[in-house]
């Protein structure tokens, strides 16, 4: 996953949005790549958005403590939205 969203993150695209609604378990190998890739998008100006399902996942990224760090989104069109909100 963690080379994915690296290789997502190149000049030129508006945003990434990670959609982890179907994702029924995370580590801490991919909240770290999670956090890198936010870290890269960050530089590039790029902005970088999950879209999280309530339940495992969510509660794995609110122990861990990066709820404030990224932008999480209840569901892929919820972020779809914002992006859109944003760039307007």
Do not use: N, W
């Not at 609604?21 to 991919?30: K, S």
């Not at 990224?61 to 992006?83: K, P, Q």
């Amino acid at each position: 996953m963690g080379e994915q969203l690296l290789s997502a993150l190149v000049p030129g695209v508006s945003a990434v949005i990670v959609d982890l609604t179907g994702t029924a378990f995370c580590d801490c190998a991919g909240v770290r790549s999670l956090l890198l890739a936010h870290s890269k998008a960050a530089a590039g100006d790029i902005p970088f958005l999950l879209a999280v399902s309530p339940g495992g996942v969510l509660r794995i990224l609110e122990l861990v403590g990066v709820l404030h760090v990224l932008r999480i989104y209840s569901d892929l069109a919820v972020a779809s939205a914002a992006v859109t909100v944003a760039a307007a």
